[in-house]
C-alpha cells in the first residue's frame, strides 16, 4: 500500500438549505475542495449518504452529483453505512489511492435531512435499525440511547449532571464555528433541565439532524507534496462491525467495533493514545461519547465522563474532543459526519482552524459510528 494524503477540503455550513436541493448542496462542496486543491478534475467521486432514498426520494447521487458538479465520467457511486456513511466513503476513497487503483479521488458526504420532518422523518430514519426486531416495534436511535444511558447510570452510580460538559464543550467550540447550526452556548445546569425526548436523553444531550455536504480530495502521498505546502497523510484506517440490534449484545456498555477499529487503525500507523491530539468522536448522544472514550482506551470502563467532567476535553485540554462542535453544536449531517470530521481535523493540522485551533496539533484521531455502534470506521490523520 502506498501513501495517501488530503490535499483539499471543503463544506457548507450545516442547517436547514431549505433553498437548496442535494445536489446543489453536494456541488457546492464538491467545488470548494477542487479549489482549495487547485484542481479541476478528479479519478473518482465516492459519496457518503445514509439516507438520499427515503429523506429526499433519490438514489444514484454519485452520477447525479457527478453531472451537476461537472464531473462526468469519472468512476463514481454511493457508499452506505448508516451514519458512519462519511467515514465509509472516506475509507473506500483511502483505500483507491492506497492500492494505486486510483490517482486522485474526491470523498464527499452529503445529507439533506429536511427534505422529510416529523412522524415521516423517524420512519426514514429507522431503516438503518432492525427492521424485524427494532423498527417494527417502535424502537428509535434516540430510545436505544436512552436505555443505553439508563443502563450505564445505573450500573455505575452516575447521574445526568455527569454527562452535561460533553455539550457544554461542544457549544463553547461550536460557537466559534461559522459553519455550525447551533452556536449558543449551554449553561451549566441546564443540561439536566433540558425538555426531555425520551428519558434520560433530553434536547441539550442528543445532535439534530441537520442538512450539510463536506469534500475531501485525496491523492498519492508521492504527488500529495507537489500539488499543495502542507498535505495531510492519512496514517491509519479501519473499520469494524458489531449486531445491528443492541438486543444482540453480550454487552450494551461495551462498543466492540469501537474498539477494534482504534485498535486496527493505531497498528497502522504506529502510533498510541499518548500520541493523539485531538479526537473528532461521533458525538450523536452523550452516552456514546462516554462509551466511546472507553472502548477506544481513553478511559477505563465506567469513568468516560470523568474526562469531561474534569475539564480535559476543551481545546487546550489533555484530549480535546469534537473541536468545531462536533454533531452536538455543528449539527448532525447524518451520512456527511465522517467527512466533516475528515475536513475539520485536517484544518486542525494545517494550522487553518482559527479560533477552534488546538495548539501544535499534529495527530488527529477521528471516528464516525453507524447505529448504536453497530458500525465503527476509524481514521488517523498527520502532518
Known amino acids: 500500500m502506498r501513501k495517501a494524503a488530503i490535499i483539499g477540503v471543503g463544506q457548507t455550513p450545516v442547517g436547514e438549505h431549505w433553498d437548496a436541493s442535494i445536489r446543489m448542496i453536494a456541488a457546492d462542496a464538491v467545488h470548494a475542495a477542487l479549489e482549495d486543491a487547485g484542481l479541476k478534475s478528479v ?28 464531473l462526468g465520467g469519472v468512476e463514481t457511486f454511493t457508499v452506505e453505512a448508516g451514519d458512519a456513511s462519511g467515514g465509509a466513503a472516506l475509507r473506500t476513497g483511502y483505500l483507491a489511492v492506497a492500492s ?6 474526491l470523498v ?10 416529523s412522524t415521516a422523518h423517524t420512519r426514514a430514519r429507522n431503516v438503518s435499525l432492525d427492521a424485524d426486531y427494532e423498527a417494527v416495534q417502535g424502537a428509535t436511535l434516540t430510545a436505544l440511547a436512552a436505555l443505553v444511558m439508563r443502563r450505564y447510570m445505573h450500573e455505575y452510580g452516575v447521574d445526568l449532571s455527569a454527562f452535561e460538559n460533553f455539550s457544554i464543550n461542544a457549544h463553547a467550540n461550536g460557537g466559534k464555528n461559522a459553519n455550525a447550526m447551533y452556536r449558543n452556548q449551554i449553561k451549566p445546569g441546564a443540561f439536566a433541565r433540558a425538555p426531555m425526548i425520551s428519558e434520560p436523553v433530553s434536547l441539550f444531550d442528543s445532535a439534530p439532524d441537520a442538512d450539510g455536504a463536506a469534500a475531501v480530495i485525496i491523492t498519492s502521498g508521492e504527488r500529495a507534496g507537489d500539488l499543495v505546502p502542507r498535505p495531510v497523510e492519512i496514517l491509519g484506517s479501519a473499520a469494524a462491525s458489531d449486531t445491528l440490534a443492541l438486543a444482540e449484545r453480550a454487552d450494551l456498555l461495551d462498543l466492540s467495533a469501537v474498539r477494534a477499529s482504534v485498535y486496527r487503525a493505531f497498528q497502522q500507523a504506529g502510533v498510541t493514545h499518548r500520541d493523539i491530539d485531538l479526537f473528532e468522536l461521533h458525538d450523536a448522544f452523550t452516552i456514546l461519547s462516554a462509551l466511546t472514550l472507553e472502548a477506544a482506551g481513553f478511559a477505563e470502563r465506567g469513568q468516560g465522563w470523568k474526562l469531561a467532567k474534569d475539564g480535559q476535553i476543551g481545546l487546550a485540554g489533555e484530549l480535546p474532543l469534537c473541536t468545531f462542535g462536533g454533531l452536538k453544536s455543528r449539527g448532525n449531517p447524518v451520512g456527511a459526519t465522517g467527512v466533516y470530521q475528515a475536513v475539520e481535523a485536517a484544518l486542525q ?18 471516528q464516525n459510528i453507524g447505529g448504536f455502534g453497530s458500525t465503527a470506521i476509524t481514521h488517523i490523520l498527520s502532518v
Do not use: C
Request: aromatic letters at 6%.
Open 108 to 117: 464527499l458526504g452529503v445529507e439533506k435531512s429536511t427534505d422529510t420532518v
Open 43 to 70: 479519478d473518482a467521486l465516492y459519496v457518503g449518504n445514509a439516507y438520499g432514498a427515503s429523506f429526499s426520494s433519490q438514489s444514484q447521487l454519485g452520477a447525479l452529483i457527478a453531472d451537476y458538479s461537472g
Open 349 to 366: 493540522l494545517r494550522g487553518a482552524a482559527g479560533a477552534n485551533q488546538v495548539a501544535d496539533a499534529r495527530i488527529a484521531l477521528i
Open 100 to 105: 494505486g487503483a486510483v490517482e486522485t479521488a
